[in-house]
């Protein structure tokens, strides 16, 4: 049996104080890129369309058909945009215990083909992506709206894009300082003494 544990009483002169400290901190948005900002922005699209269509059938008793297409579009343009976001901060999944029982020279080339390897992949599905939007044309879209169905694709094509030139800037960078976060994952989440 657990047992509780106990907080000291906080007062609401204490309570006050702490809102006070909380509007000193300073807010940088420095650390986000183009990417982040598109990502919003879609993001926030569909959920206007989401509401809209719930509004329009549990509201107004008549669905708006569109509105779940273009909900569902707007989801894969914040999947593959926002999946360069975490190429560029390097938070993609990976498989790093390894690393920990090779000797160093050895997880740097391993580590180094990694990179090469991502890079190169990533490349080569947005050459892909880019021939199926081709293929893709000015089919148009399956509920009334006439719009090409090919601008969905525009916005993978943009997030595998973006994906790739992330991707060769990290092999850069892991190149240049000498280790990647394979190597040294303490180096990028505030352990490192």
């Not at 976060?181 to 990028?188: C, H, R, S, T, V």
Request: proline letters at 3%.
């Amino acid at each position: 049996m657990e047992q509780a544990v106990k907080h000291p009483a906080i007062s609401a002169e204490e309570l006050a104080h702490s809102f006070e400290e909380a509007d000193q901190v300073d807010v940088s948005l420095s650390g986000y890129s183009t990417e982040d900002w598109i990502t919003l922005g879609i993001f926030w699209v569909m959920v206007a369309l989401v509401f809209l269509q719930f509004f329009s059938r549990y509201a107004l008793n008549d669905s708006y058909a569109w509105t779940e297409e273009l909900a569902t579009y707007c989801l894969i343009g914040v999947v593959f945009i926002g999946a360069s976001m975490c190429t560029r901060k390097d938070r993609h999944i990976q498989v790093d215990i390894l690393y920990r029982f090779m000797p160093a020279a050895m997880s740097r080339v391993l580590a180094t083909c990694v990179d090469l390897l991502r890079v190169g992949f990533i490349a080569y599905v947005t050459l892909l992506v880019w021939k199926y939007t081709e293929i893709v044309g000015d089919e148009p879209m399956t509920t009334l709206i006439n719009w090409p169905k090919n601008a969905v694709y525009w916005l993978a094509l943009a997030g595998f894009a973006i994906m790739t030139i992330r991707a060769a800037q990290i092999a850069w960078k892991n190149w240049r300082q000498g280790y990647s976060i394979l190597e040294k994952p303490e180096a990028y989440d505030g352990t490192e003494d």
